[in-house]
């Protein structure tokens, strides 16, 4: 009986002594990677900082090439103001501003003039668009203009100066029937200029960021777009009447083959 003891005394001795062991090895490799994630977040934060130079610096670049851009910009606007109904044909070719627009809208945007898209001297802190207007039959407003901000958080917000309709020509109010009838998307839907006054969601206006990013860097490629295709059209005619001619000489060329056997 007492072997038995010292046996049971020295296997849970021996136990014990794994069991420490093993808690040790546990917590060596637990400081071990709490050392890791501790060395990862001091990394993280250097990189985090060069990312933030970077921002600094790439915004002070935009902030250059903005301004030189301006005179060209202010050159291209010149140029613009010579053909007739390019803001509005622009918009027409553009495939999401076309879906917004019903035929009164067309008619009124066929008096805009000019459109400038002017970005705030810290770019970050948001930018205006303004379309400038000749006297219409629609409203009063030589230039109406609609601005977007961010605050110091980062939330966006959206402000427009009033249009002054004449008497019975707010298309913000027009019925959905008859006035609309034609349209090139949902009766339902309102004008195109009731955008000038919907702030709700700042942050997800797309018409202002198609118009800024899509429309104002090149204008010209969406005035041509109907040309474009127009002409493609015309290389498919072609080509067609290509195919059917040389189909007709196969034909006859066989009808000749054809007399010559007989």
Known sequence: MATDAKRVTKSDGKANHESSDGDQGMMVQDKEQQEAIEHIDEVQNEIDRLNESASEEILKVEQKYNKLRQP????RSDLIAKIPNFWVTAFINHPQVSALLNEEDEEALQYLTKVEVQEFEDIKSGYKINFHFDGN?????????KEFHLNDTG???SKSSGITWK???DLTKKS????NKGSKRSHEEDSFFSWFSDHGDAGADELG???KDDIWPNPLQYYLASEI???????GVDDDEDDDEELGDGEDGEEDDDEEDS
Do not use: C, H, R, T
């Not at 060209?72 to 050159?75: A, D, E, P, Q, V």
């Not at 295709?229 to 290389?235: L, N, P, Q, R, W």
């Open 209 to 211: 960021e198609v118009i």
């Open 155 to 157: 939330e966006p917000s």
């Open 137 to 145: 039959p629609y409203f009063e407003n030589p230039v109406i203009s």
């Open 229 to 235: 295709e127009e002409e493609d059209d015309d290389d």
């Open 167 to 169: 008497s019975g020509k």
């Open 176 to 179: 959905n029937g008859a006035a």
């Open 72 to 75: 060209y910009f202010s050159k």
